[in-house]
């Protein structure tokens, strides 16, 4: 199976490179403002030119272009690689709006081309506890109360880029909440009402109601001026700790296994939690 990759010099990149080869995977080519050398040893070719790397796809099998460029090209990256005869694999968000989601769906159902996107949480033992709660307190008609929150340090580097920027990164809920509201989602279905009480760029605190659960949540990213501060990562429901401990398989193998059977995490399977996010980030 030949992958191609946009945005190969990045930290999360290599977490694709690995998944590709542990399974078996070959890449042929990758597009980057920045060269991965290691990459190129091992015999994938870089193309520079943006035209030069999508005509190689029309022109060479390609069954997926994978994609790890910053979140604001995500879009156009995965519109071009569509038309170009690949499907698609995207590091979440696909998109920043619902109107880039819907252009996305209609031009992937015209090409008949599938396109999935790595929320690698949903395969934690996390989701299956979550997922069992929510039975247990939907049968006997029980309201839960939650608590998110999510503080961790970035250097200046961070706080520099483009991750910081609403209009290119989607902001702080895209960055950092979008994995836990996926969870609850997929749990506890469809949110019934959400506010946000403030955010701003490095910060954000809310409520988010579902039928059977409260959500108290608050994101927020701390410059670390080169000083150790240690992340702090608190999910609770009813005061008991949702713990995300490492797990002994590779999630984001185990989310290429199903994207490459075809079994999950396509448009139709993170629609919900899209569409919940881009309502969010209107407030």
Not at 14 to 24: F, V, W
Request: glycine share 4%.
């Amino acid at each position: 199976m030949n992958f191609s990759l946009i945005g190969a010099s990045g930290y999360i990149a290599s977490r694709h490179i690995n998944a590709i080869e542990k399974l078996g995977g070959k890449i042929l080519i990758y597009h980057d403002i920045t060269r991965n050398l290691s990459l190129e040893e091992s015999g994938v070719k870089f193309i520079e030119s943006e035209d030069n790397f999508f005509d190689f796809i029309k022109t060479n099998k390609i069954d997926y272009c994978v994609i790890c460029c910053p979140n604001f090209l995500h879009f156009k990256m995965i519109c071009l690689s569509l038309n170009a005869g690949s499907e698609v694999i995207s590091e979440k968000p696909l998109c920043l709006t619902s109107e880039e989601l819907y252009e996305i769906e209609k031009i992937s159902s015209e090409k008949k081309l599938n396109v999935y996107t790595i929320m690698q949480l949903r395969l934690h033992p996390v989701a299956k506890k979550l997922r069992n709660l929510a039975d247990h307190v939907q049968k006997n008609n029980l309201r839960q109360n939650s608590t998110i929150k999510f503080i961790t340090p970035r250097d200046n580097a961070y706080l520099k880029s483009w991750k910081t920027n609403k209009e290119l990164s989607g902001g702080i809920l895209f960055n950092l909440g979008v994995h836990y509201f996926d969870l609850l989602i997929q749990a506890f279905g469809e949110p019934i009402e959400s506010n946000i009480e403030y955010i701003d760029s490095l910060n954000a605190k809310g409520l988010t109601k579902f039928k059977n659960l409260d959500v108290d949540w608050i994101f927020s990213i701390i410059p670390s001026n080169e000083k150790k501060i240690n992340p702090e990562r608190v999910f609770t429901i009813n005061k008991e700790n949702i713990n995300f401990s490492k797990v002994d398989n590779d999630l984001h193998v185990e989310n290429y296994i199903e994207i490459l059977d075809h079994k999950n995490f396509s448009i139709a399977d993170i629609k919900d939690t899209m569409n919940f996010m881009f309502n969010l980030n209107k407030e």
